[in-house]
């Protein structure tokens, strides 16, 4: 059975940083890309940031240059390192792992960013 387990969300005040992890069961995690995706409320769910099997990293325009995204293939784990939050990162993160053939979401963690 595949599971993608988030962890570390939580309460934050901007400025703050914080890091996100998400561990892996049930899949041969280093053959899959992996990726964070986040969903305010009444809102869609927006990839944040994703890292190739090979490393190779692509964030979105909003975090760019704030969040870093990382692998360690032998924890089966993607982190999320967030720097310099802000309110209007607030949201339910999820946790994605996927390839040609396949996806697999997480649950979600709720980060709470306060002004």
């Known amino acids: 059975q595949v599971q993608l387990v988030e962890s570390g969300g939580g309460l934050v005040q901007a400025g703050g940083s914080h890091r996100l992890s998400c561990t892996a069961s049930?899949?041969?995690?280093?053959?899959?890309?992996v990726g964070w995706y986040r969903q305010a409320p009444g809102k869609q769910r927006d990839l944040v940031a994703d890292?190739?099997?090979?490393?190779?990293?692509n964030y979105a325009s909003s975090v760019k240059g704030r969040f870093t995204i990382s692998r360690d293939n032998a924890k089966k784990t993607v982190y999320l390192q967030m720097d310099s939050l802000k309110p209007e990162d607030t949201a339910v993160y999820y946790c994605?792992?996927?390839?040609?053939?396949?996806?697999?979401w997480g649950k979600g963690t709720l980060v709470t960013v306060s002004s």
């Open positions: 890292i190739t099997r090979t490393g190779s990293s």
């Open positions: 994605k792992a996927a390839n040609d053939y396949v996806a697999y």
């Open positions: 049930g899949i041969i995690f280093d053959i899959y890309s």
